[in-house]
Each structure stands twice: as structure tokens, then as C-alpha cells.
């Protein structure tokens, strides 16, 4: 069973950095397209972040040149580097690849920005 498990989440002051990481069981992230998505609370949960199996990324404006998403094979994780942290990025990150039909999520991690 396919298994991913966010961490790096935690409260930081604005302006700060965080990288949150996604570890995957059961699966082979090189060869998997995956989101990190957030839900802030009150609100939808939103795509921030994408990378596809070939390494094409896509992020949302709201945070281009801020978040970075990489594909660390070593390790079969797929990281999310933020930085210039804002109040408005408070929110539980969550990672999420499809496979075989299927949507796979972690269980989040939060990342909490105090002015």
C-alpha cells in the first residue's frame, strides 16, 4: 500500500524558511507526478506546487520565486523548499500523487507564519 508521509512543518516568523518533505513507501516518486497542496483553515485546499515525472514544476503565483519543489531520488522524497515565509502561507501542507487511478495523500504537516 502506498503510504506518504509529510514533515518539516512548524511555526516560523515571516520572512522565514522551511523545507517540507514528503517520503513515500510502496512507491517510486521518480517515476510520479506530485502536487503539495495546503488548506488554510476556512478555506479549499489548494494546489501550490507541481512536479511531473520528467521534472517539469508548476507553481501557483501566489508563490512563484518563493517555493521550490525538488525530486530527491536518494532519499525517493519530494521536497518543498519555501521561503520569504508570509502570515498567508499558514496552513496544513499536504502531499499528493496519483497512481493507478488512485489519489494518494499525507496526513500534513503545518507550517505556521506569525507576523
Known amino acids: 500500500q502506498v503510504q506518504l508521509v509529510e514533515s518539516g512543518g512548524g511555526l516560523v516568523q515571516a520572512g522565514g524558511s522551511l523545507r517540507l518533505s514528503c517520503a513515500a513507501s510502496?512507491?517510486?516518486?521518480?517515476?510520479?507526478?506530485v502536487g503539495w497542496y495546503r488548506q488554510a483553515p476556512g478555506k479549499q485546499r489548494e494546489l501550490v506546487a507541481h512536479?511531473?515525472?520528467?521534472?517539469?514544476?508548476h507553481y501557483v503565483d501566489s508563490v512563484k520565486g518563493r517555493f521550490t519543489i525538488s525530486r530527491d531520488r536518494a532519499k525517493n522524497t519530494i521536497d518543498l523548499q519555501i521561503n520569504s515565509l508570509k502570515p498567508e502561507d499558514t496552513a496544513v501542507y499536504y502531499c499528493?500523487?496519483?497512481?493507478?487511478?488512485?489519489?494518494?495523500w499525507g496526513q500534513g504537516t503545518q507550517v505556521t507564519v506569525s507576523s
Open positions: 499528493n500523487t496519483p497512481l493507478n487511478g488512485a489519489d494518494y
Open positions: 510502496n512507491i517510486i516518486f521518480s517515476i510520479n507526478a
Open positions: 512536479i511531473t515525472s520528467g521534472g517539469l514544476t
